[in-house]
């Protein structure tokens, strides 16, 4: 099992910034990828951006140069900076972990942590 911790959301203005960490526990052992989705209301949940284990990162379109994924796998924590900021970005941030233990695969997702971008 692991255990995911998300801080840091809160409300803010366009163009302001925020920073998101996720804390793992449990078989940390075990995590290959971390990520963070977001889910606003209404809408399906989507990937903000991801990290590899070798430190490879992705984003989406909507987010690429405005956000930045980091990781510290001595502290078990990934981050998200996120800049110039918008109301579209307004959702619920979940932080992800991904696990392979002897070839099988799990996703494990924290409790979630609101964004508010108000105009």
């Known amino acids: 099992q692991v255990q995911l911790v998300e801080s840091g959301g809160g409300l803010v203005q366009a163009g302001g910034s925020l920073r998101l960490s996720c804390v793992a526990s449990?078989?940390?052992?075990?995590?290959?990828?971390m990520g963070w989705y977001r889910q606003a209301p209404g809408k399906q949940r989507e990937l903000v951006a991801i990290?590899?284990?070798?430190?490879?990162?992705n984003y989406a379109d909507s987010v690429k140069g405005r956000f930045t994924i980091s990781r510290d796998n001595a502290k078990n924590t990934v981050d998200l900076q996120m800049n110039s900021l918008k109301p579209e970005d307004t959702a619920v941030y979940y932080c992800?972990?991904?696990?392979?233990?002897?070839?099988?695969?799990?996703?494990?997702w924290g409790q979630g942590t609101q964004v508010t971008v108000s105009a």
């Open positions: 992800t972990a991904h696990t392979v233990i002897l070839a099988v695969e799990k996703d494990y």
């Open positions: 449990g078989r940390i052992f075990s995590i290959k990828d």
């Open positions: 990290i590899r284990s070798g430190g490879s990162t």
